[in-house]
């Protein structure tokens, strides 16, 4: 897709920087001065964050690029269904349709990538965004597993990468998982933190690259259980998701399993949680780690038939948009929209 026999002098006094390097980022919005975004990648990920920088962030001209054809159609009849907003012309007119990947990156303050979940696509991109970009510009890589250790490898300078993986769909849910490699620099996750956190959003960062990151390893985890468990015969799909919705959803909306364990042992803590039912969790431990094996609980496995097929009896085409309308009220109940 592009070159990645380029060569790069970041050193170079004469390479172009952003004029809000080195200052408050919101101190320079606040004055006036406009900063582009770079979104590469239209797919539903890639407008979403896209309607999150225009709806948080009214210094924000955004520029989008992808090979596909119809682009400009595209995103005009799609990317207003994401702002959801009565007047989405007055944030439309700070959105451009870049013709190529420089047009795109030139004078961006931050590139983010949302193209396909392929390790090859990521490393050939990051160069060609290399040579365009401004030498100080954030790189942002919203994939869902593919460290940025690993991205970066044909780059000229690997401290500029650093992953940001949201919870879908980002222009509602809060947090975003910052998972820097062992090259990115400091400056690079502070400015990261500053932008996102100046939007309003929930940044975190993870101490070391793993595979999923946090947000994925918690999910599905507590998804592979729940296979197990409708696998065997113990409840349905729907059963198990009114579970989920009635017991840890709302409690993990004001704490996560830390501090509700934390809570539940009293005085004591989670030291106490951990004496007086220990047992019983170690119990379901060793139950689960039986059950997932006996049971054969791997993708693709002769469970997935099944439980697929429940799940499309049980809900059909799950409507998004009230999906997400109800989240958002949940979001803003607890505090975090």
């Known amino acids: 897709m592009v070159d990645t026999d380029i060569v ?30 770079a979104i590469i990648g239209s ?13 948080k962030n009214d210094a924000a001209d955004v520029a989008v690029f992808d090979t596909r054809p119809d682009l400009d159609e595209y995103v005009k009849r799609h990317l207003p269904g ?47 965004i290399e040579q365009h970009a401004l030498r100080d510009a954030l790189f942002w890589s919203s994939t869902s597993g593919i460290p940025a250790s690993e991205q970066c490898k044909n ?3 690997k401290s500029r990468l650093i992953v940001v993986h949201p919870f879908n769909p980002p222009h509602i849910m809060p947090v975003l998982e910052l998972v820097p490699s062992p090259a ?20 975190v960062v993870v101490k070391k690259e793993c595979t999923g990151f946090v947000v994925n390893r918690l999910a599905f985890a507590l998804f592979r259980e729940a296979c197990s468990l409708v696998s065997s015969g113990v409840v349905s799909v729907e059963d198990l998701d009114e579970i989920v919705t009635t017991s840890m959803g709302p409690r993990w909306a004001v704490a996560g399993p830390f501090k509700a364990y934390h809570a539940g042992g009293g005085e004591d803590g989670l030291s106490g949680f ?42 059909g085409l799950v409507d998004t948009k009230e999906r997400d309308e109800t989240t958002k009220k949940v979001l803003e109940a607890v505090g975090r929209g």
């Open 82 to 128: 994401y702002l959801n907003v009565e007047d989405s012309g007055r944030y439309m007119n700070r959105l451009t349709i870049a013709k190529t990947l420089a047009e795109a990156v030139e004078n961006a303050y931050a590139v983010q990538e949302q193209g396909p979940e392929k390790l090859d696509f990521k490393v050939s991109v990051w160069p060609g």
């Open 184 to 203: 990115t620099s400091n400056d690079v996750i502070d400015r990261t933190l500053s932008y996102w956190r100046g939007l309003g959003c929930s940044p």
């Open 43 to 55: 797919g539903t990920i890639g407008l979403s964050f896209a309607a999150l920088h225009l709806l």
């Open 8 to 37: 790069l002098f970041p050193d170079d006094p004469d390479y172009p920087t952003h004029p809000c390097h080195n200052h408050d980022l919101r101190e320079a919005i606040m004055s006036g001065k406009q900063i582009k975004i």
């Open 274 to 315: 951990m004496s007086k039912i220990g047992g019983t969790v170690q119990g379901c431990w060793d139950a689960s780690a039986d059950d997932v094996g006996k049971h054969g609980i791997v993708v693709g496995g002769e469970w997935q038939e099944a439980i697929c097929q429940q799940a499309e009896e049980a809900y």
């Open 155 to 157: 780059m000229q300078d």
